[in-house]
């Protein structure tokens, strides 16, 4: 049951990597209506939940410098914020009617889409929901940082691990689990968690591993070199000096 609810937590961390579409096809969001502002967002919810959009503006906005600064951008224009009212509502507006529990934020263009923190769901909670919105205005911010360039470019592991680093969702519990994981078999590799599907990146435990693999690169060779990385990921031997399989190894041992 402990080790059940860890993969949830896991699982939960996460979400669908920044959209290209500009439009959804199910998106409803007629329902929703712009109901604060705040210098770099606009926030659209139902009634119900405009007592959570203080919350999310705060948030958002004590993130918001350190983590453009950090990746040299500037976004010239504000940032939709639409908030769902449940998980079921959420799934339809992002067209997956199917979608489990734990799929609860995106970023779509440049809107960042989110269930209500009031209404969680099954999986996640008030503080997590809280973090995910961070983590998706992270892929936000690394698609303007990556620019002309694209995010076809950027390994899934980078950008996710980023995310989850700049929104506080590596942990303790990250660590132990990966840790007890790699006791039974060795880790998928940096390839291999490249070309998975977002599905089949969750089930590998890519968003885990993704995290100590940023974190290791952070830790070892600092935010710099990371940052760099994130820019030019086709440079990845002359940022580091070393060949990524020797990285890749040095990672295990980490
Ligand atoms: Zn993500």
Known sequence: M???LVVLNLL???ILVCLTISKLVGQNIDSLNLAKESQ???FYSTNGDIKVLDSLAITLENNYARITNRL?????KKINVKVFPSVKA???AINQPDAPDWVVGACNG???MMVSPLNPGTVHTYESLMQVIVHEFVHLAVYYAVGDKGMAALPKWLGEGYAQYESGQINDRTRKYVKSILLGKA???WTELDK???LEFGKMNGYAFSATIVEFLVVTYGIDKLVLLIKEPENFENIYGLSENTLEKQWIQY
């Open 40 to 42: 770099h967002f606009n």
């Open 72 to 76: 040299g951008i500037k976004i010239y």
């Open 196 to 198: 998975a599907s977002d």
């Open 90 to 92: 959420y799934h339809v």
């Open 110 to 112: 440049d809107d960042l």
């Open 2 to 4: 402990k080790i059940r």
């Open 187 to 189: 880790p998928p590799t």
């Open 12 to 14: 939960s961390i996460v």
